[in-house]
């Protein structure tokens, strides 16, 4: 993971652009007037709660620690 570290001052960036893409996701999915499929959903679904567990990590990490 130190190879990584150079990244650590545009995580804020990443975090937004995730949100972003997210939001995007949902406005495609259940804003639009078409009909969306179900992988679609559960996929998008998928990725809310793992991009949800990333962003609070630093408030459970102490506890499993």
Partial sequence: MSGFMFLAPYRLV??????FALGVGFWMTYGRGR???RVTKVMLWLGTIILALVLTSGLWHGLLA
Avoid at 14 to 19: D, H, L, M
């Fill in 35 to 37: 009909p969306s499929g």
């Fill in 14 to 19: 990443f975090e937004v652009v995730a949100i």
